[in-house]
């Protein structure tokens, strides 16, 4: 057991007072500011384009809820609106709670913040080779740890899935970090869902037992929830379909990132932070601990060549200078979280002792007005109040004059630009123009065209003066950046694109001949993303024109295509991530693993595994028993035209046509009755050495 790192006796005995007379408004009820937002929210609601199905806030100082509130609708058909109490997955949110159950820890003495990981989880490790030894509990809270980023299989489900941490652990040990542990800031979740395990090793209770008992219960969040069983009906807030009906009742196992909770019970862990770590007569922080989760954490980091970007990493905090609040000359901490149709937001304000959360659910895993509202709560009660002068009002796009420049300065920026969501190409034209191009489908398609050079070094549309993108060279690496209106678009962030990529030797004949094929998931039977047709279960290889002798693996995710560049150069069983990107770009990484199994090539990526398309067999009519293998993995089939078909014994299937849109699927036996046409695709699943019988009719 190591010595305290921060004492306890700074935490203030509850007869202590800590409010600030600065800031005494306790009469005041921010009428103005609530009128405001209302009206904000409502006209979200409305909006002809918006995707918004519901939204729930609160407002709250140091002492007091000052403001809750719910909004939209959580069944249309129904008219079921949601209320105070409705749930809400706060997904990464969460991330704040994880860290405040480690730096409890942290506090009694049990964790040091920069001890190694495997001092406490002794069964941590990672391939050989790796210096995976090296990562300390903090690099798990400040996003530092080069882990890869997030494991697929299990995390978001329509049933609830113990162990995915123990999953996620096996998992990795297999696998590469993607950078040295300690050199930059890379968003991700896999260093959060180790704090699961961490907890567990010392405390000899499972993570979200801790989670109850050392926070949830100290401050009354008596609607605090992990996803274990389903909840009560009407309880939590779902995806509502087109026609806006409730869909099913997703389960995020991965409890470091998927609490479910209302605003107001966020609210209270917003209290604490702003009392020093107090609630009410409960210490649950040091406060040293709290101002060490709002310290900038990426400030001295070997490599950070991005310094202008919001996310100033916390422990557990997205950043610790709120871009919307900032510009007001105000400091706040923020955290984000998203999961498929959940969007969430906290932003706490420590020296105005003031904070504001927002729950969101849209269609489809959309984008949200989360952050924008979240922003126009506090700025609207800090001008109420009189802490500053007026609200921030929208920036006005100002186009500096274009330079002249030559074919060969122009040459600068040209090139492909790669990053885990995508790629993206510059192109110069004759005219000392730029084109911004996106590869999608398949293709190049332009984004941006009329880029001119400014005389501040940005390349600029007339047609879109708000948007603009500089190049730079960080560790001989040329990067590109864009820059942006966010939040209530009264600031700028700038973040990395993408960075290009050294010339590669041609493709191996082996991983030639896997260009253009398909494969299908096999492993992920009860995942929220194919049951709500979120995603198709297939993925391909590509070669980009452009960027010959690297592959790109394409999927469709949430209604975007998806394509991350890996580096096969070094082995025909293993292509290699290969990007350096720091913040959020570089978020997700995976190295893509060639599995040969029974005569055939299958694909692990991202912990999900891929059985090829071309293999799989074509049911004729009538009865087929269909045994699941030893490991439990799913079988897949091509169906002729049927006019019914029946499903006897399997624990999950999904029907998908010949282009891999989703028809039905479903948890128990069915006859689906109404016909197919000839092409159509059917995935079973089921425990090991289940038997599934299957009835097909002309």
Aim: some cysteine; hydrophobic content about 40%.
């Amino acid at each position: 057991m190591t010595s305290p790192t921060f004492p306890d006796s700074d935490c203030p005995h509850p007869n202590q007072s800590r409010h600030d007379s600065i800031n005494d408004d306790s009469r005041l009820k921010y009428a103005a500011t609530i009128a405001t937002v209302r009206t904000e929210i409502m006209k979200e609601l409305a909006g002809s384009e918006s995707k918004t199905t519901a939204v729930s806030v609160a407002l709250v100082d140091g002492e007091r809820l000052l403001w809750a509130e719910a909004f939209g609708s959580i069944d249309r058909i129904g008219g079921v609106a949601p209320t105070t109490d409705t749930l809400f997955c706060i997904a990464s949110c969460s991330k704040v709670i994880a860290t405040v159950a480690t730096m409890i820890l942290v506090d009694r003495g049990v964790i040091g913040l920069d001890a190694p990981l495997v001092q406490y989880l002794a069964d941590f490790r990672m391939a050989d080779g790796e210096p995976w030894r090296d990562i300390t509990v903090r690099m798990l809270l400040n996003h530092t740890s080069g882990l890869p980023g997030t494991h697929f299989p299990n995390v978001l489900t329509v049933v609830p899935v113990s162990g995915y941490a123990a999953q996620v652990q096996d998992t990795l040990a297999t696998e590469r970090l993607k950078h040295v542990p300690g050199e930059m800031a890379v968003y991700g979740s896999d260093g959060f869902l180790l704090v699961e395990p961490l907890i567990a090793s010392v405390t000899g209770l499972p993570y979200t037992t801790f989670v109850e008992r050392e926070i949830l219960e100290p401050l009354g969040m008596s609607h605090s929830r992990f996803a274990k069983a389903p909840f009560a009906t009407g309880s939590v807030a779902p995806s509502l379909d087109e026609a806006g009906r409730p869909e099913h009742q997703i389960y995020a196992n991965i409890y470091s990132s998927g609490l479910y909770s209302t605003p107001g019970d966020l609210g209270k862990v917003a209290m604490m932070f702003l009392n020093g770590g107090r609630l009410g007569g409960r210490c649950i922080l040091s406060a040293t601990a709290v101002a060490e989760m709002g310290r900038d954490q990426t400030a001295a980091l070997p490599f950070n060549p991005f310094t202008a970007h919001h996310a100033h990493f916390g422990l557990g905090w997205d950043g610790v200078q709120q871009g919307g609040l900032a510009a007001a000359g105000v400091r706040g901490w923020h955290k984000a979280g998203d999961a498929d149709h959940y969007h969430d937001y906290l932003i706490v304000a420590p020296d105005e002792r003031l904070a504001a959360v927002v729950f969101v659910t849209n269609h489809m895993g959309m984008g949200s007005v989360a952050i924008p509202l979240a922003e126009r709560i506090l700025l609207h009660a800090l001008a109420e109040r009189g802490s500053i002068a007026q609200v921030p009002t929208p920036l006005e796009p100002a186009t500096l004059p274009a330079t002249q420049v030559s074919a060969g300065e122009l040459s600068s920026f040209t090139g492909i630009y790669a990053s885990s969501y995508g790629l993206h190409r510059l192109e110069a034209r004759a005219d000392q123009t730029m084109t911004l191009a996106v590869y999608s489908n398949g293709q190049w398609q332009p984004a941006f065209e009329g880029l001119r050079l400014r005389s501040d070094g940005y390349l600029v549309a007339d047609s879109n003066p708000s948007r603009a993108y500089r190049g730079c060279v960080a560790d001989g690496c040329h990067y590109l950046t864009v820059r942006f209106p966010f939040g209530m678009g009264h600031y700028d962030i700038e973040l990395p694109v993408g960075h290009e990529l050294p010339s590669a030797p041609p493709l191996s004949t082996c991983w030639q001949a896997r260009v253009g094929r398909c494969w299908l998931a096999a492993n992920e039977p009860y995942s929220a993303f194919l049951a709500l047709g979120r995603q198709p279960p297939l993925i391909r290889l590509a070669e980009v024109p452009g960027l010959e002798g690297y592959l790109a693996v394409a999927l469709r995710l949430a209604g975007f295509d998806l394509v991350q560049v890996v580096d096969p150069r070094e082995s025909d069983q293993v292509a290699r991530m290969c990007l350096k990107i720091p913040v959020d770009n570089g978020w997700g990484l995976s190295d893509l693993m060639i599995e040969e199994r029974e005569g055939e090539e299958w694909l692990r990526w991202f912990g999900t595994r891929y059985r090829p398309l071309e293999t799989v067999r074509t049911l004729g009519k009538g009865s087929t028993t269909v045994t699941i293998g030893p490991e439990g993995l799913g079988e897949w089939f091509l169906l002729p035209a049927f006019s019914s078909l029946t499903l006897t014994g399997a624990h999950a299937w999904y029907l998908y046509n010949a282009e891999f849109s989703l028809l039905d699927w479903g948890q128990a036996g069915k006859t689906i009755a109404g016909g197919c046409d000839d092409g159509s695709c059917l995935l079973l699943h089921g425990p090991p050495v289940t038997t599934i019988t299957l009835l097909i009719r002309a």
